[in-house]
């Protein structure tokens, strides 16, 4: 086997937070028991194919700056291997528990749907034998229903039945093949599944089809015995203009329409809730107050700009209040945290890439360390308890629970002359406490 372009690093370590060393982890103590069992379990990282492997840093305005070996001409299959090679020592140089990937990251387009589908299987084949003798395993699996022109009117929406079933049979075999590979989720992101123009779309149609589609997914599932997640990500724009997944709230309303959401729950990016106008932390607590929280796509977005920049976290802030939902919603169970981030077009060595998840890596696990104090404090869960403290005097549970109508509630709130005074929502008080923990 040739050697890789990461093949030069050594596995990155715990160092502690004095450390020097740039390629060391500083917060990432893998074993470190946090609210009873090792961070490793909690975080869950995953590295993904798509960024890591397979961007090569070309964006609207220029070419590629990412020069890997399997990048360049040759055998399809041999390249794909190349990069499978690579993968795995990135995998062993960032020593994290998990990956993912799209199929089309991992196996070459074949000349028609037999040979892209061969290609695949070949592909799923090779990545089962280097995860034999590899600590990583498949976070979630997921098909590129997106990138070749024949997805350029959506996958499931398409008005073409033709692409619904090309479509179909794509999911069917990534299904498979994640099934094979032990993958503990099954991601679904509605690339193109939206539209330009209502000029040109049926949609009433298009969320049919959307509809039925994702209930195909969950039959499947049942049938093949996945014990897996089914997840939906949402995204509310590009590339098109409307995505049918606008946001966590969107998603739980169409889940409810098709009687799904028992069944499926939702793959959070931070770059798509705020380009969805929300915080990574809002979509969080949505999903929780819900019960469909699955996994989370770890990056961030520039404020500045409104599009997907998929950038390494670095906002510790924002991540630390994150952390802290997650852990009030009780964790992400089989779900986990997968960097779907990619370096900036400048930074197009190895030494980037691996530089790029450390800082990650340290970001999410410092946050998580901080979101547990303040669980564990309970400090700021006691405001909010207090705040909402009345409501469990009988008196006021009678106006929830159903015993009280609204005429009887006018009555009694008219007999008594009620005349509520204002009281504080406390926020400046509240934000210099989340201060202290950082
Ligand atoms: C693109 C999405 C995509 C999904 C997987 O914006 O984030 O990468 O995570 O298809
Ligand atoms: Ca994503
Ligand atoms: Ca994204």
Redesign the pocket.
Known sequence: MAKSVFSTFPTVKFEGPQSDNALAYRYYEADKIVLGKPLAEHLRFAV?F?HSLAMNGSDPFGSATIERPWMTAGDPIAQAKLKADAAFDLFRVLDLPFYTF?DRDIAPEGGSLKESLANFHTLADYLQQKMSSAKTKLLWG?A?L?SHPRFMAGAATNPDPAVFAYSATTVKHCMDVTKALGGANY?L?G?REGYETLLNTDLAHELKQLGRFLSLVVNYKHNIGFTGQILV?P?PK?PTAHQYDFDTATVYGFLKEYGLEKEVKV?L?A??ALLAGHSFEHEIATAATFGILGSL?INRGDPLLGW?T?QFPADLYSMALSMYHVIKAGGLGMGGM?F?AKVRRQSFTPEDMIHAHVGGVDLCARAFLIAAKMVEDGKLQAAVDARYGDWNKPENTAMLDGTLSLDQIAAKAESQGIWPSPRSGKQEQLENLVQRYL
């Open positions: 993904a798509w799209h997921t590129n997106f991601v992101w690339g990500e995204k590009e793959n990016e770059n798509h796509d997907d998929d997968n779907d």
